[in-house]
């Protein structure tokens, strides 16, 4: 009987584990109200690739003697192509290589939703007059374009862009992009009722996610002595930025009564 509680009460702590597992992977819960548009969109919005670029041995080496950490694709990129040899002469060899000044990492702070970012469109049927109801269906009127972005200006905005992007990607695990377009005639088969003596407004929002976090930034040096090779970061400053980042193909719905 004992052995039979104790195996109940494995199977228990392995499901609830399981549970928890399965939260971790979409942290956020997406409303009903929020619909996936992706086969209804007229328009084809690209797939967003983040590059998960991999260090050669050189760059693995040389990002491992910095002070500071270092995730910058940009920067990761260029020390790939990077060639420093270890030459038998290089005994005594001394050498500083200024490599500019960089966004070195982002650390996020803050990450939510807002479900209603952006108004998109708006269907109206008027049944004050009418005797039936009437089942009204999302269209999309015009052609809309979501954009986000970083909300105030930095160095090298493209580059903290990106690891905003891949940061938020990673810790929501939504289909984000800077840029996302709704079609022209682009529908959803839900039906909303638009009792008589009424009138229905179908409101459609873009969803965005709304991303809070540090950049770090630093003055970079390729610092060789004899046939030791270091990375070598010096006046290291920090600056809090935050981003609007839409969620591609999917829209939130409200429906409004009104007599």
Avoid: C
């Amino acid at each position: 009987m004992k052995f039979i509680r104790l195996l109940l009460s494995i199977v228990i702590v392995l499901m609830l584990s399981g549970i928890h597992s399965a939260s971790a992977k979409q942290p956020f819960q997406i409303p009903s109200s929020v619909k996936d548009i992706t086969k209804e969109n007229t328009f084809l919005n690209e797939e967003q690739e983040i590059s998960d670029l991999q260090p050669t041995e050189l760059t693995k080496e040389l990002l491992s003697t910095s002070k500071a950490k270092i995730t910058n694709p940009k920067f990761i990129r260029m020390l790939n192509e990077t060639d420093v040899n270890k030459s038998p002469f290089a005994f005594g060899v001394r050498a500083t290589v200024y490599l500019g000044e960089w966004p070195l990492s982002y650390h996020s702070e803050e990450t939510n939703p807002n479900w209603e970012y952006q108004k998109i469109n708006t269907n109206f049927y008027d049944n004050r007059g009418g005797k039936n109801t009437y089942q009204m269906h999302y269209v999309q009127e015009a052609y809309k374009i979501i954009k986000g972005g970083l909300s105030a200006k930095v160095p090298r905005a493209d580059e903290v862009q990106e690891m905003v992007l891949k940061s938020a990607i990673q810790k929501t695990k939504l289909p984000l992009a800077y840029s996302t377009v709704v079609g022209n005639g682009t529908k959803q088969n839900d039906i909303y009722n638009v009792a008589p003596k009424t009138a229905g407004y179908l409101h459609s929002f873009a969803p965005a996610i709304h991303e809070k976090g540090v950049v770090t930034f630093g003055e970079v040096y390729l610092v060789i002595s004899g046939w030791n090779r270091a990375i070598v970061v010096k006046n290291v400053t920090s600056k809090r930025v935050t981003a609007w980042i839409p969620i591609k193909n999917h829209l939130s719905f409200s429906y409004q009564s009104v007599r």
